[in-house]
């Protein structure tokens, strides 16, 4: 467990370097966001994770993704190029949705959150994966298993 949890912390160093350098959070920011989701994923890594774990876990990701963007509109990105640190934040988000769905695969409202997030971020993540079955209300899924 601690081994898997290390390697996804080793995973973010280049996201979270560019985070600094790209100016949307300090050193000590990026300290207690790397204390944070360690936590996180020690909670999701555990034997009897909860849907809950999961839930919180997007929501800190989300509010973090808010913060970057909100940070990113007051610093002058005009004619730069979008770095890691510009998509990392949402590609984690939907990171944690797939191993949520994953566990708790016939739980709609969690497929449901998660295809409204591929909306409001402009993303197709949750359309590549299949709905639970039975599940007819999932408008924007390519295809059922």
């Given at each position: 467990m601690a081994d898997t949890v290390r390697y996804m912390m080793e995973e973010m160093i280049p996201e979270l370097e560019?985070?600094?350098?790209?100016?949307y959070f300090s050193k000590q920011e990026v300290k207690q966001i790397v204390k944070r989701r360690q936590d996180f994923e020690y909670l999701?890594?555990?034997?009897?994770a909860l849907k809950e774990d999961f839930l919180r876990y997007i929501e800190y990701e989300s509010k973090l993704e808010e913060l970057r963007q909100?940070?990113?509109k007051g610093l002058d990105t005009r004619?730069?190029?979008k770095s890691i640190a510009d998509y990392a934040i949402?590609?984690?988000i939907h990171f944690i949705f797939e191993?949520?769905?994953r566990r708790f695969?016939?739980?709609?409202?969690?497929?449901t959150a998660w295809l409204e997030f591929c909306r409001a971020s402009s993303s197709s993540a949750a359309r590549q994966?299949?709905?639970?079955a039975g599940h007819s209300g999932c408008s924007g899924c390519s295809r059922h298993r």
């Open positions: 560019d985070m600094v350098k790209q100016q999701l890594k555990r034997r009897a909100h940070r990113r004619g730069k190029k949402v590609r984690r191993r949520a769905v695969r016939s739980d709609v409202a969690l497929w994966e299949a709905p639970p």
